[in-house]
Every structure is written in structure tokens, then in C-alpha cells.
């Protein structure tokens, strides 16, 4: 399995528009950070965790032709804004297989109206195979995806795991039932916004404190405000197999 972090920054981005902090003046391209999202390659499948604003960037970037399906952490703007940049995809292949919580389906339908519409349809909108789940493992392309529930402060949000891998993004807490889904994993990405507490997100000390408790091999830190820090001097001081994941790293298990 290879696992690419395609972005690591939250809903702004970094760099963010007009800002002079000095993270978001960085040289360091790892302080570069475009919206969170990330690409899993698995039995010869290819499938995008989110499809934020900057996925045909993504898309261009890694030379991606080709999905079999895309999985949806929650319907925030920052996850799914990019979903009219799947016409290529579905120029190309016709099918796109798209996972997502009713309540995500129910959101993205009445944003993007003109996608879902059942009557005069606007011509040349990428059509959506939508495949709604709950709480269940579900099957995509002959890979078992398990979602983890967690609350992202207002509203639930899903990671999802495959195999010994997991992928938790914009969570803020999650139960001990949920918790188990995530016992004795390979790989953990989980978000980690930066030191200072805030309402729907982690930040290091959660983090780090859920990390101790789940005691994955290794773990990466994303959704990453740049109020953390640079990358380089924030790195130095987590523990050891912690670390701060940036865009277009390669994770291969």
C-alpha cells in the first residue's frame, strides 16, 4: 500500500492570502501546505480521501488519470469545494464511485445543486455514483474501508482505515468505542492544528496525549495551522515516531 499525503494545510491554506506571519514567508517547501487530502494506492486501486480546492492542483500534480473511487471525511468547503474537478475524471472513465455519510450527500446536493439535479440536468457535470454508508466496513473496488466516527466539535466527521492504516482528519474527540477500530496500527495521519487549545480541532498536547493512547507504530501529523510553527523546528521536538507529514509525501507500508 502507498499512501500520499497530497495536502496538509486547513481551510486557508498555507500560505494564507495577505498574511506576513513569518510561517507563511517560509523557504522550506514543507511549510507550503495546500488543503488536506490523501491518495491510497492499493491492489492496483486509486482512491482520494476528500476533494478539497486545491484537487486539480493535486490531481496535476501527482499526473492522476484515472480514481476508482473517492471517500468524504464531512462536508466542510475545505473537503469537498474541489468536487466539480472530477468532470475529467468522469470524461475519462465514466463511473466515479463517491462515499459519503447522508448528511454529507444531503450537503454536497444542495451546494452543488446543478450536479444532482434529476430534471435539466446541465450538460457536461461530471455524474456521481453516490454510495452512502454509516458506521459499517463497506467494500471499494475489492478493498475493505472501515470509517472511525469522531466529532469534529459541531458536527461528525469520519476517518476511514484500510488494513493497518488510518486516516483521521478535523477531529476534536472521539469515544473509546471508536478508539478501538484504532488499536495496533501501522500507520496513523491524524490532524493536529497547532499548541494553542481551539473548539473543533486538536492541538499538539490532544494529540499527542490520543497518539500515547492508540500507540501506533508511527503517526503524522496534518491539518496543520501555520501558527504551529515551521516545519523544521517543530519537528525536532516531537516524540519518537512522531512526526509532522507535509504535501506529497510517500508513506509506503
Do not use: W
Amino acid at each position: 500500500m502507498k499512501i500520499t499525503i497530497l495536502g496538509t494545510g486547513t481551510s486557508q491554506g498555507i500560505p494564507v492570502i495577505g498574511s506576513d506571519h513569518p510561517v507563511c514567508k517560509s523557504t522550506d517547501s514543507r511549510d507550503k501546505r495546500l488543503r488536506v487530502s490523501a491518495m491510497i494506492e492499493h491492489q492496483g486501486k486509486r482512491l482520494v480521501i476528500d476533494c478539497g480546492p486545491d484537487f486539480r492542483q493535486q490531481m496535476l500534480r501527482h499526473n492522476v488519470s484515472h480514481l476508482d473511487g473517492v471517500l468524504f471525511t464531512h462536508e466542510h468547503a475545505d473537503h469537498t469545494a474541489g468536487l466539480d474537478d472530477l468532470r475529467p475524471f468522469f470524461f475519462r472513465q465514466g463511473e466515479i464511485n463517491c462515499y459519503m455519510t447522508s448528511r454529507v450527500h444531503l450537503a454536497l446536493q444542495e451546494r452543488f445543486s446543478y450536479m444532482f439535479a434529476t430534471v435539466n440536468k446541465y450538460p457536461g457535470v461530471a455524474d456521481l455514483t453516490v454510495h452512502e454508508f454509516k458506521n459499517d466496513s463497506f467494500d471499494v473496488s475489492g478493498i475493505t474501508v472501515t470509517p472511525v466516527l469522531a466529532d469534529h466539535g459541531f458536527i461528525p466527521v469520519h476517518g476511514f482505515k484500510i488494513n493497518n492504516f488510518a486516516y483521521m482528519t478535523d477531529v476534536k474527540t472521539i469515544t473509546d468505542v471508536e478508539k478501538q477500530k484504532l488499536k495496533n496500527l501501522d500507520v496513523l495521519v491524524l490532524n493536529m492544528l497547532r499548541e494553542q487549545e481551539h473548539y473543533t480541532h486538536l492541538n499538539l498536547k490532544e494529540a499527542l496525549e490520543l497518539v500515547r493512547e492508540l500507540q501506533p507504530q508511527r503517526t503524522y501529523f496534518t491539518h496543520i495551522s501555520h501558527h504551529l510553527g515551521f516545519h523544521e523546528e517543530v519537528e525536532k521536538n516531537l516524540p519518537e515516531g512522531v512526526f509532522l507529514a507535509y504535501d506529497n509525501l510517500e508513506i509506503n507500508l
